[in-house]
């Protein structure tokens, strides 16, 4: 996401991020031009908040001339009523392994220090019922993920109604209660369409052409979101063209 958000930077955009995870953050040298970093104890559940936020990011459209901001809040992050699975009860993190991310719900990755990789998975995939454990090069492809680099060679998540370590933010896209809304307006989208579903790597895609940016490389497909636009920009490859300022 933050090479994504950063993108623009280079094509002559500006980009800002307010409270969104990662956002203050440089990738490869590079950062958003303006960003907000939300505080650690910051609550959640604060609607004035939420709205005060909201309109501080459309001043920043209105008054500053931003292309592009990302806005986070955290109310939909709360936990609901899930049961817990706990790796530590299969395996011993001090022996066995070298770095984890498994802090984000029903999703999680290790790195097992130096030859214990066989061991780790061995302990874990059969180790609870609705945990789902891989090797990287295993990992199903509906997930469209496990080809990248920075992916570690242990990788899991938990069925419906279950959560690893206790924290809850991952989306499964294989279960309906756990599938995103997506939700857009603007003078180049059409009203009152209900689009079909779709896998979430073909939003960046559309972003980008609304925005007139050439992407990076990715998995997305504009043919798939090319519906919800009312008329394609003519915009020829390689030359980048801002889409007119529009009264929303």
Known sequence: MKENTCSPNKQGRKTA???YPGGGAKYKGEAVQRSLVEPYTDPDSNETEWRENTDTVMNWFSKEDSDFVTLYYGE???????????????ISFRDLVEFDI???GSFGMLLPKPGQEEAVYQALKNAHLHLNVYKREEFPERFHFAKYEWVLPIVM??????N?????????????????IF????????KNHL????DSIHIYTLMWKLLGVTPVPHNGSLAVTQEMLIDAYDQQPGVIKKPPLRDW
């Open 17 to 19: 991020s307010f409270h």
């Open 76 to 90: 939909q992050d709360k936990k609901p009523k899930v049961t817990e699975i706990l790796l530590t009860n299969y």
């Open 102 to 104: 498994v802090d984000y």
């Open 157 to 162: 998540y938990a069925d419906s109604g279950y």
């Open 164 to 180: 690893i370590n206790g924290e809850i933010m991952a989306l499964i896209n294989v279960y309906m209660d756990m599938k995103i």
């Open 183 to 190: 939700r857009a307006f603007g003078p180049d989208l059409k």
């Open 195 to 198: 689009a079909e579903p779709s």
